[in-house]
């Protein structure tokens, strides 16, 4: 896999990086009003990851002490192409992927709530968030607040792609948590750590292209050649 190492660092440095931080810039000041809420979506999605292969490599080259860093930021990385992917798909899952950051916080929210009694000033506090998320939702037009947010896993099955997810995302689990595997068998860290960054580098390098083709040929999903069955 030592093919897509030297694809994403030639995408680091040739060029395409700077042109694409470019090419979102001129995104972010053309979009209509009624149509911002865009603005959080795939800029923010080409930030994370593009964020996450910095520390991914720098990890990589860097003393992680151990530490379960580099597997990290490759399972990152593996979400964030899953996102990419299914936002990519259609203008419905683009918007239903920032709606989901308002029903996630809304999920979390209405969970704590109910760890504290149901007066305390904890669970006010708590219930005060929830009515400001509820108004926020109202304001954007977002409906059921409350339904489920999206998984990731499923997602990945929708895209026809959950077998290699389920493969990686079980894969780097086993190091991201603290599993029976990564408390007893440290020695095996070395392996897993070379095979965490190279599937890092994959993931970045077939995530890159489409946001790519994304912010620079018409940003739409036939665009960049999704399959939307």
């Known amino acids: 896999m030592q093919e897509f190492v030297d694809q994403a660092e030639i995408i680091h440095t040739d060029g395409r990086w700077k042109r694409l931080n470019e090419a979102i810039e001129g995104f972010a000041v053309s979009i209509p009003k009624n149509d911002m809420w865009k603005v959080d979506v795939f800029p923010n999605l080409s930030f994370n990851l593009l964020n996450e292969y ?22 990152n990385l593996l979400e964030i192409s899953i996102w990419v992917l299914f936002c990519l ?26 760890l504290y009694p149901q007066n305390s ?66 020695h095996l860290y070395k392996a897993v750590r070379l095979q965490a960054f190279h599937f890092g580098c994959l993931n970045f390098v077939n995530a890159f292209p489409l946001l790519e083709s994304y912010f620079m040929s018409g940003r739409s999903a036939q665009t960049v050649g999704v399959n939307e069955d």
Do not use: C, M
Not at 60 to 72: E, M
Not at 103 to 109: K, N, Q, R
């Open 121 to 186: 000033s904890l669970s006010k506090n708590y219930e005060s968030a929830l009515l400001n998320l509820e108004h926020q939702a109202a304001s954007q037009n977002i409906h059921e607040i409350d339904r489920k947010y999206l998984s990731v896993s499923k997602i990945a099955k929708k895209l026809n792609i959950k077998e290699n997810f389920d493969f990686q995302n079980k894969f780097l689990s086993k190091y991201v948590h603290p599993s029976a595997l990564q408390i007893v068998s440290p």
């Open 89 to 114: 798909t259609s203008e419905e899952n683009e918007r239903r992927f920032y709606e989901d950051s308002i029903v996630d916080a809304y999920d979390l929210i209405a969970r704590a709530k109910k």
């Open 54 to 75: 910095i520390h991914l490599k720098d990890g990589f080259h860097g003393d992680d002490s151990g530490s379960p860093i580099v597997v990290w930021h490759a399972r």
